[in-house]
């Protein structure tokens, strides 16, 4: 069965522009999550979707969103882009398992985004 | 003080060798999670444990949820196990994944 597929690959924006990104998670897989992913900070949360509704936030500023349409694709949104959102952009889609905990993580290839 | 501790933060090892990466955690979890990334982004997830020992082929993992401890062996490793291992934890409360820094490992032949 298909992956999990991250558009685009690679981006380039400039300061104060806008960016979407998109996941499509694994067919039948209702959970999407988002990550950063940083030389300085590593791996870190972004947020998470379950059935259209966020189910978790991780601690980045509001310019950061997201968002999950009812076939389960997710994208995400950073306005007024930094130079420090020069990053490695993460999705993962997981299947449920007993109380919501997804069982294991499908990660996408990810996109790259550098802002300049 | 980091929510997670991986420890080494580079390994070098010959094939063959057997390779240990730790994980400690100073926080309640519902699981951890054992990841690989390979060179270009992509990342693998090797293992989920709330409990006990798991084992894949030549990986195992442990966890010892009273420690807050968990391990990842390699057995008869391989160049082709080069990458950086990365611990995640899902907290008890409040359900975010921490991640800890990685452990980059390189195996020579």
């Known amino acids: 069965k298909a992956g999990v597929t991250q558009t685009p690959r690679y981006l380039i924006k400039t300061r104060g522009q806008q960016v979407t990104l998109s996941c499509s998670p694994i067919s039948g897989h209702r959970s999407v999550s988002w990550y950063q992913q940083t030389p300085g900070q590593g791996l870190q949360f972004l947020f998470e979707?379950?059935?259209?509704?966020?189910?978790n936030k991780g601690n980045f500023p509001g310019r950061f969103s997201g968002r999950q349409f009812s076939n389960s694709r997710s994208e995400m949104n950073v306005s007024t882009l930094e130079l420090g959102d020069s990053a490695l952009y993460l999705c993962?889609?997981?299947?449920?398992?007993?109380?919501?905990?997804?069982?294991?993580?499908?990660f996408g290839s990810g996109t790259r985004l550098t802002v300049v | 003080k980091n929510e997670v501790e991986q420890s080494p933060q580079n390994l070098t090892a010959q094939e063959g060798e057997f390779i240990t990466i730790n994980c400690s955690y100073s926080?309640?979890?519902?699981?951890l999670h054992w990841l690989q990334q390979h060179p270009g982004g992509g990342i693998v997830s090797l293992f989920m444990l709330s409990s006990g020992k798991k084992k894949h082929g030549r990986l195992i993992a442990t966890i010892n949820i009273q420690e807050k401890h968990s391990s990842l062996h390699i057995t008869a490793s391989h160049p082709r196990d080069s990458a950086v291992y990365i611990c995640?934890?899902?907290?008890?409360?409040?359900?975010?994944?921490?991640f800890g820094a990685g452990t980059i490992l390189r195996v020579k032949s």
């Open positions: 926080v309640g979890i519902s699981a």
């Open positions: 979707y379950f059935s259209e509704t966020q189910r």
């Open positions: 993962a889609s997981s299947s449920l398992q007993g109380a919501g905990l997804p069982y294991g993580y499908t």
């Open positions: 995640a934890v899902r907290r008890e409360y409040g359900n975010k994944l921490v």
